[in-house]
């Protein structure tokens, strides 16, 4: 059975590895255990970093230590299998296997709703592109609105957790719930939004970006956000209680600093920017299978490629690195098809790119107030070429 763990690893001793992984730490044999699994095919690889991200969306992935999955990952699989023979086009495969991960889940967790429907839909899915969205840990959701600059965020029971001013979420000086509760804030292209932690450490979360964290953060453990996208952290001293970002295989573990961590999905490097203090980073993961360690120094920047899982650092200005909490959009040495991620981002809005080449032209620039009109415009005044927009849909011409 294709994807079908080794025969020495049962389905449920997989996904308690699985969510380990994503919520503890692995010891060696159950890392080598876990590594073993993904390498086994693709769709292992597949399978795990869909969880990853359900996960990191604010999915629950408790069914994956509680219930005994075999059942569920063995339909999964068949269903897959009954797709391949229909020789269906590639991208319907992949779709399969896409959505694989979730769907184990939502069967694992028992929820009737599923009903062994294939649905094409995620937690990121699902979320509206156009406003601040908060994941509670049950899977409700809530927009924060756009007209309100002043509301309170309340859990399930109606108690008070936070309250949000104006592009502020805080959480700091409410009472300690006795338990680690997750939400996941995720902030659409074009916005930008940050969130005062429990214990007062500051996050600011650039456009496109998610963060999932605790509502309040458990004595004796450690502090741990797991982010998506983009954020700077201003992180509030505490010897007894390290704070880790975790963001795909790298793990950033300070007491006490400020600094930026890049970690968009779609790009091959995690950068990870130190201003002030002192970070190490665990990158979790590499070719030859052991953990590598990195001491980053101030006015350092450390990048993780996650394609040959290698990691390197050198002396940067960091302003160039932070500038976007003032709103600025820094561009240096950049190729075109890179910028285009960054404009979208920044400006909440699509750009397909039909001309060639303009892929690979590299630009250095600077933007602060201008309009996307004006941002294109400079572009234009640099390599003549011709552009259509509609609404928030851009199209460069060949």
Request: aromatic share 10%.
């Amino acid at each position: 059975m294709v994807g079908i763990p080794p025969t020495s690893y049962k389905p449920m001793e997989v996904a308690s590895l699985i969510y380990k992984k994503l919520t503890s730490k692995l010891d060696e044999s159950e890392k080598f255990a876990l590594r073993k699994w993904l390498l086994a095919s693709e769709e292992n690889q597949a399978i795990y970093s869909n969880i990853e991200t359900y996960f990191n969306n604010g999915g629950d992935i408790s069914g994956l230590q509680k219930m005994d999955a075999h059942d569920a990952w063995d339909k999964v699989l068949r269903k897959h299998l009954a797709r391949k023979k229909q020789n269906r086009s590639k991208h319907i495969i992949q779709s399969t296997y896409k959505y694989a991960a979730v769907l184990l889940l939502a069967l694992m967790a028992g929820y009737a709703y599923w009903n062994y429907n294939f649905s094409p839909r995620t937690v990121a899915n699902e979320i509206e592109d156009d406003g601040i969205v908060i994941v509670f840990d049950n899977g409700e959701k809530i927009q924060l609105s756009a007209d309100k600059k002043q509301e309170q965020l309340l859990d399930k029971e109606g108690n008070k957790i936070g309250e949000r001013n104006g592009n502020q979420l805080d959480y700091s000086g409410k009472e300690n719930l006795g338990e680690l509760v997750y939400n996941t804030l995720s902030v659409p292209n074009g916005r930008r939004f940050d969130i005062v932690l429990s214990d007062n450490s500051h996050v600011y979360l650039n456009a496109g970006s998610s963060l999932r964290y605790p509502v309040n953060f458990i004595p004796g453990q450690k502090r741990q956000v797991f982010l998506e996208g983009e954020a700077f952290f201003e992180v509030s001293k505490d010897k007894n209680h390290p704070f880790i970002v975790s963001s795909g295989n790298m793990d950033v573990e300070v007491l006490g600093t400020k600094f930026n961590v890049n970690a968009y999905p779609e790009e091959a490097n995690i950068n990870t920017v130190l201003v002030e203090g002192s970070v190490r980073l665990d990158t979790n993961e590499t070719e030859d299978g052991i953990d590598s360690l990195v001491l980053l120094e101030p006015g350092h920047i450390a990048h993780w490629d996650t394609n040959s899982k290698t990691a390197e650092t050198e002396e940067v200005d960091t302003d160039l690195y932070t500038s976007w909490m003032q709103g600025k959009l820094v561009l240096r040495g950049m190729k075109f098809k890179d910028i285009v991620k960054k404009l979208e981002r920044h400006y909440g809005v699509s750009i397909e790119n039909k001309n060639e080449e303009l892929e690979n032209r590299v630009f250095t620039a600077t933007f602060d107030v201008e309009t996307i009109e004006e941002v294109l415009n400079t572009f234009v005044a640099e390599t003549d070429f011709d552009y259509l927009m509609e609404k928030n849909k851009i199209t460069i011409l060949e």
